[in-house]
């Protein structure tokens, strides 16, 4: 069975990843905004009901809230680039390509049978803790609700968190 | 389980009674291949129920995706102001591979609306506010793509075959004890 993923209140673990070929990302680059990270088992799923092409759609909507999302799935860098400029993402994939999984496994959201990650949201409050998870079954698409609920409940940037 | 966050009102497209036993919320992109594969069988469906079913029809356009899916709303709306909806509903989905501004125009003119009073419409976005709404109230409710079904405001997960929506919604009704 999946083991569970990160809960509310855990540090977010960090990591750098590939965000295009030749340049990466790391978590810390992004302390002081809400992040969003959105695993999910993998790039080309069909286009109407994908996840990554839903969330591009509600981008203004967590950019309300200053907010940063990073999807991200063990497709390679240049999958990723394929994908996004297909779908005109307008946010960055992350490849968690090498060693494939490793971020995925430290969020909890791998899933070693298939290879692939979990469908699982994670919002990151300003200081770099977990605000809120959720894991959704691997073949439906969760939606942005649950996201959207959680940068609502976030502190604002000026007041101390409070849990 | 998502549920709807947005309740059927006066400001929505309706077909069917309002004293229904169900009700079936579609989020739909006239752009989107599915649901001009869906366009058909929610038909069949309501045909299937008759009074027994209330259909509810709101925007949800994937415009990064579907170029021409806000266009094709807000010319939905267009007629709906002047109560054509489901007529221009029904002349987008089922020209759906033509859709783009001169199948808009045409459509409009079909219906004996005036195709500058929509060109007019559509440049200054007057409809565009309650394609947004629509947007957002599906994003609330957790629509995850197109189309998203919500029966008696249930999310329905899963496919969307004439047999699977028939079957879906008639356990609805068992569930809440209708009997007819």
Known sequence: MAQQILPRGARAPEFT??????????????????VI?????????????????????VLPEFKKHGAELLGISVDGAWCHAAF?????LHFPLLADFEPKGEVSRQYGAYRTEDGFSERALFVIDRQGTIWWSYCSPVAVNP???GILEALESLPRATEPATR | MARLKVAVSARDHVQGPDDADVTLVEYGDFECPHCGHAYPIVKQVEDHFGDRLRFVYRHFPL??????????AETSEYAGAQDRFWEMHDLLFENQQALGLPLLVESAEALGLSSAGLRKALDNGDYAPKVQSDFLGGVRSGVN???TFFIEGERHDGPHELADLVSAIERRMKRVGVRR
């Open chain 2, 145 to 147: 793509g197109t189309p």
């Open chain 1, 84 to 88: 996004a400029k297909d779908r005109r």
């Open chain 1, 37 to 57: 990270l959105a695993f999910y088992p993998a790039d080309w799923s069909p286009v109407c009901g994908d996840q990554m092409a839903l969330y591009n759609e």
């Open chain 1, 17 to 34: 990843l590939h965000v295009t070929p030749d340049q990466t990302l790391s978590l810390g680059e992004l302390r002081g905004k809400p």
């Open chain 1, 143 to 145: 939606g942005a609700d």
């Open chain 2, 63 to 72: 415009r990064e995706i579907h170029p021409h899916a806000e266009a094709a």
